[in-house]
Structures are given as C-alpha cells and as structure tokens.
C-alpha cells in the first residue's frame, strides 16, 4: 500500500468488458476498474450502494422509469436494492466502489457474471 | 440520489483550501471534494484508512519515512492509523472517500480542523 495507483496505467492491463478488475480497498470497500461496452443486464445489490466513476467515456444506466447518461468525471450513486441496467454504446473506462463481495451482477446471474475479487 | 454528479462543476462552488464538502454517500461512506494548496498538519486517522483521487493538479503526501506525489488521475489509500501530512504547492483537486464522521485533521486539531459533514 502506500504506493500511487495510476487509473489509466491499471486499464492497459486488461481489455474484457464487463469484468471488474480490483486496484485497491479501503478498510472492507473494493474499488474497481471495469470496461464496459454494449448493454449489460438487469440487476440488483440488495445489500449494498454502488458507485459508478466515469474515467474515460460516456455510460449510461437505465433505472425503472428513467435513464441517465454520464461523462468523463461524473459519478452516481445507485441505491441499494434499484433495479439498474449500465450501457455503452462505445468502450467507456468506469471505476466502481462498493463493499467488498460484491457480484457485478447481483443475483441475476448470467453469462456475463464476472469472476469476483480479481485483482490487477 | 440517482442523478449523475459533474465533478467540476462541484468544485465551482467553493474556494477555500483544506476544507472537504460532502458531495455523496454510499452506504455509510462520503465522497467528499477538496482543494488543496500549501502544507496540511501531521495527523493520522486512527479508526479508518482514506482514500485520495486526484482529480486535477498534483499532490503529495509525506509519511514518516517517505513521500510521494500523486497527478491527475491517480490514487492513493492511507491506512487506518498511518501519520501523514498531504501538501501541494499549487492549487490542486481532490476526491477524498472515508466513512461519514471522518475529521479533516483526525485528532491533532488545530486551525485547519475544518467543519465535518458539509454538503454541496
């Protein structure tokens, strides 16, 4: 620990999308990097926020009734137990920070549930 | 909740240094901007580590036996307990993300203890 994390320097290291790779924790938190592209699937944390960091690109996120779309240095906080549906429609480089744990795709499951606790 | 927060546009509303505002929280943690310049004091947080993004200009932070500088871009964790002492010597942007109750200056005091739990 103690060492500088270079955001842009970690996302060199992998080009999956939608697999959250882990760069560091704060006490029982995780932050994470994650590329995204295309439309991920409908799901929940039902013990947990999640934060969603835009480092480089445009996401958006569908909720129930409405969508959002955020830029580069733009941030969101999802609630705990809303129905959400992240979605690119080039790559975008997003940080994520929530409770270590944590399963990308709630319990939905799916092809695109991503191994869990994978450090970079 | 659920509305997208521009990070820059959240650091248009204040000026003073060393004085973090609270801009979201996920579960029990603060997102919280500051801007720094100049020398903070020696302090350490006992029950917590920290979380330092920069988001523009360049930082660094001395601990006992070192110090390192941190650019746009870039992350640090503190650990809980760790003295440190952040420092800038231009005006300089950063996130700062640690459980709600965190004091600026952990219990060392002084003129840069600023008010806690302060929202933008």
């Given at each position: 620990?103690?060492?500088?994390?270079?955001?842009?320097?970690?996302?060199?290291?992998?080009?999956?999308?939608?697999?959250?790779?882990?760069?560091?924790?704060?006490?029982?938190?995780?932050?994470?990097?994650?590329?995204?592209?295309?439309?991920?699937?409908?799901?929940?944390?039902?013990?947990?926020?999640?934060?969603?960091?835009?480092?480089?690109?445009?996401?958006?996120?569908?909720?129930?009734?409405?969508?959002?779309?955020?830029?580069?240095?733009?941030?969101?906080?999802?609630?705990?137990?809303?129905?959400h549906?992240?979605?690119?429609?080039?790559?975008?480089?997003?940080?994520?920070?929530?409770?270590?744990?944590?399963?990308?795709?709630?319990?939905?499951?799916?092809?695109?549930?991503?191994?869990?606790d994978v450090?970079?």
């Amino acid at each position: 620990m103690n060492k500088p994390i270079n955001l842009q320097s970690k996302f060199e290291l992998f080009n999956e999308h939608w697999s959250p790779k882990v760069i560091a924790e704060l006490n029982d938190y995780q932050f994470k990097l994650v590329k995204i592209k295309g439309q991920f699937t409908w799901h929940e944390h039902k013990e947990t926020d999640e934060v969603f960091l835009v480092i480089e690109g445009f996401m958006g996120i569908e909720f129930k009734d409405f969508k959002v779309t955020l830029k580069e240095g733009e941030m969101i906080v999802v609630k705990k137990g809303e129905q959400h549906k992240p979605f690119a429609f080039e790559e975008c480089k997003v940080l994520i920070i929530e409770p270590r744990g944590v399963i990308n795709t709630g319990d939905t499951g799916g092809d695109l549930t991503s191994e869990n606790d994978v450090w970079i």
